[in-house]
Structure formats: structure tokens, C-alpha cells
């Protein structure tokens, strides 16, 4: 963990951020992200290609720079960080797809609908994360120590999702929709798209407000597991913020490629919970053994990829017609 110094100049933050608002804006006010329809699984598969090859060119462009300006040793380094921690994030966020596909069922939220919900709930990830991570980047740069809080937290994380993943959550009993729902004028049924109506004189929040609430708690409650999983594949706040938001990007794509085979993968979890508690580990042991960053990204691919074939195989009968 001695990457402390950030490869990232004030230009190169400047400028991944404006390509960050100007892919939103393309979503928002051109490519139809304000028109409601059902997302096809072509076209969520065509974003998630493209949200992809965008993290692949970014990270080419980044190890381009590096090998011309502080050389070759350098940029393999940030480059394996980037992909790696890009790995992890994009890896972690399909428990993201399970719990919204939960809460959109929950509320009956109607596919077409489902679209502005994601696009509020990638934009509230973003701008959390941005504060999480500047700040968990300064925390760790000023007390290293708190890695291995960190590194304890995800052990602990990791091993209660083992014991908690074939049980459903239970939406009802949730403190935050139940503080909403004692302490907001909820209207009854749905109305299109409109977080709010207007009877009476009286407004009223509609049940997809209380889904965007949900949907924004829950970015909060992964970015806490997520955020320190990174912090172990590096400490330079750059690579840590660019791999993320590259993630949280593609992650409404991730929802409406996954959602209709959902069930097929349901012993993803499983990975996903033992990729946490490897991550924890190797934060835990790292005054002993420092763990390659080349060696945790195969782990994590591993990890993930036996328990999507293993999901594929349990399901390849139920899914036969």
C-alpha cells in the first residue's frame, strides 16, 4: 500500500469530469434518456459494450500518458490498479441490480418507469462517491492505520453476506421508507413518471419518490462496501475515483441487462461475498504479505467467474422451456 502519491494532475481531474457531465447530458437530453419507454435488453447490452469500451480506452489513454511522462514501471502499475479496482466495482455493483430489481417489484414500478428512477440514482452515486472517496483518500493518507479497519469491516461485510444470501430483505420493515411514510403525504397509486402531484391545494410525493429514496439508500449502503475495496487495490484517489465512477456509469445498463434473467445468477452472491472477505483478508495481512495487485485481479475474476458458471449450471434445467 505505498501508492500514496496521486498520478492524477489537476487537468486530468478536470478533465474526466467534464466527460463525466457530458456523457450525462448525451443520456439525458439526446439519446432519449427523457423519453420514457422500456429499456430492450439490445439496448442495454449496446451501453453496457459501450460503457466498457469507454473504461478500456480511458485506461489505454491513462497508461499512454504515464508511459511517456514517469515511464513504463508506472503506468503497467496504475494501469493493473485501474482495471483491477474497475473489476471489483463493476463486480460489486451487480448486488446493486438484485436489490433494485427487489424494490422496483416491491413497489410495481412499470419497466418504462424504471429509467429516470436509475438516472437520479446514477447521478446521487456519483456525487456521493465523489465525497466518500476524497475524503476516505484523505482519511487514509493522513491515519494509514484505518486500512485495516477498513480491511476488518469487509471481512465482516463478506462473511454476513455468506450467512444473509438466500434471504430476501423485507422492504416493510425498513426504517428509512418507514420514516418516510410517517412523515410525508404519500398519494395512492401511480402517476407516470412525477415524483409529486398537486389535489386539493395539497402535495402530495407519489410511491416512485419513495422508490428513489430507496434507490439512493441503498448507492449510500454499497459505496460503504465498495469504497474500502478499492483502498486495497490503491490509495491514489484518482485511480480509485475514475475506476468507480466508470462502474456507477454502467450500472443502470447492468440493471436492464440482468433484470429479466436475474434469477439465473443467483449464486452470484456467493462470489460477491467471498470477493469481500479475500479483499478484507489481504488489507488484514498486508504488514506480512503484500498481496500483487496482478494476483488480486485474477482472484476477483475467479471468484466471479466460477460463481457465474456454477449459477448458469444450477439454473441451466429450471431455465429450459
Known sequence: M???????????????????????????????????????????????????????????????????????????????????????EKSLSVDNVFVFLLIFTAFHVAPEFQRRILIYGVLGAIVMRAIMILAGAWVVREYSWVLYLFGAFLVVTGIRMLVMAEKTPDLEQNPVLKF?????????????????????????FTPLFLVLILIEVTDLVFAVDSIPAIFAITTDPFIVFTSNIFAIMGLRALYFLLADVADRFHLLKYGLAMVLTFIGSKML?????????????????????????????????????
Open 180 to 204: 418516510a411514510r410517517k412523515h410525508l403525504r404519500v398519494s395512492e397509486g401511480h402517476h407516470g413518471e412525477k415524483f409529486s402531484v398537486t389535489k386539493d391545494g395539497v402535495r402530495y
Open 2 to 88: 505505498n501508492n500514496t502519491i496521486s498520478i492524477g494532475e489537476p487537468w486530468m481531474w478536470a478533465a474526466f469530469i467534464a466527460f463525466v457531465l457530458v456523457m450525462l447530458a448525451l443520456d439525458l437530453f439526446v439519446l432519449g434518456g427523457r423519453k420514457v419507454h422500456k429499456v430492450s435488453v439490445k439496448e442495454a447490452a449496446l451501453w453496457s459494450l459501450a460503457w466498457f469500451s469507454l473504461a478500456l480506452v480511458f485506461n489505454a489513454g491513462l497508461w499512454w500518458y504515464l508511459n511517456g511522462t514517469v515511464g513504463a514501471e508506472v503506468a503497467d502499475r496504475k494501469a493493473l490498479e485501474f482495471f483491477t479496482g474497475y473489476l471489483i
Open 285 to 321: 495481512i498486508m504488514p506480512w504479505y503484500h498481496v500483487p495487485v496482478g494476483a488480486s485481479l485474477a482472484i476477483v475474476a475467479v471468484l466471479i467467474g466460477a460463481s457465474v458458471v456454477a449459477s448458469l449450471i444450477a439454473t441451466r434445467k429450471v431455465a429450459k422451456p
